[in-house]
């Protein structure tokens, strides 16, 4: 699965400008996909993009694969001048269809296995695939929108690392999120220290990271992570208010968003050397290590089971 840029020292290639003129009349909500589910509220110009695995809901390739469609299909239409394009999507809404579960983070079962056969070549691509997905996330996708994640659940490793990629991150109060990879001796590498760094600095980062807590979304907006905190179940129903309210202001807060990555950018470059620190500590794993990520993985899908259960 590989990931590009359609952009250009902040312009469109010409190629790319020509597939807007014939993308625009193709709905992508109206695409097939087995791991996403999509829709497009134009009035109030959202764009909602929902995880809806019916496996453990974690970052697999197939999954990268979908999202990486809709990345580009809004790049590919509304990468324009503010003037020039349409003007029915100014926010991104990305959440999850799992009851309880945003996302439970990386692939362990793909990490225990490629562990044991010594591939540090795997779990390179596995990271940079991933890293690439939560770069175009930062910054937009290069169209003129702002961007939100709506927690609604369990957000943990690579999942919450997902979660504070986005410009605003909006929790309900029952929400759960951190880090615990210290548990098997690694550290999470898809963003997480870039993005606490920026909203916490480096010592509450790294305590973060270091504690692998997990943490309730109250806990988390006292400490500025999570921005907007709702009671459950009314994630949406905010998110649809507070854009319905932003509009008149939206050119402004949008400026604000750009202003941040101006000041406190997060590079690519800087990802993918974090990442590639990340596959390599995945090397001196023991086996002790890998097994408590296969434990890990196993309750994890034990729990994924009893909420299918409750809630059918």
Known sequence: MAFHSR???????????????RMLGVPITERNFREISLRHDKEDRIFWCFMDQTGRPSYTYSLGAEIQQVQDWIANNY?????????????????????????LGGDLRHFAECIRNRDLAAMRTYAETCVRMQFANANGFGAPIITMALVQGDALGGG??????FDILVAERSARMGLPEIIFNL???MGAYSFLLR????KVAENFILEGKIHSAEE????GIVDILVEDGQGEAAIIDYCQKGQARFAAERAVYLSRRV??????????RITNIWAETAMTLTEADVRKMERLADAQERRIQR?????T
């Open 160 to 165: 919450f690392e997902h979660a504070l990629a």
């Open 187 to 189: 550290f999470p590498g």
């Open 307 to 311: 909420s299918l259960k409750a809630v």
């Open 79 to 103: 990468t324009l001048p503010a003037n020039g394009g349409p003007d029915d999507l100014r926010y991104f809404v990305c959440g999850s269809k799992t009851p309880g579960i945003y996302n």
């Open 220 to 223: 988390l907006h006292e400490l």
């Open 7 to 21: 952009v250009v020292d902040g312009a469109l290639e010409k190629p790319v400008l020509a597939m807007q003129e």
């Open 199 to 202: 909203r916490v600095g480096r």
């Open 263 to 272: 000041t406190s950018p997060v590079e690519l470059e800087e990802l993918l």
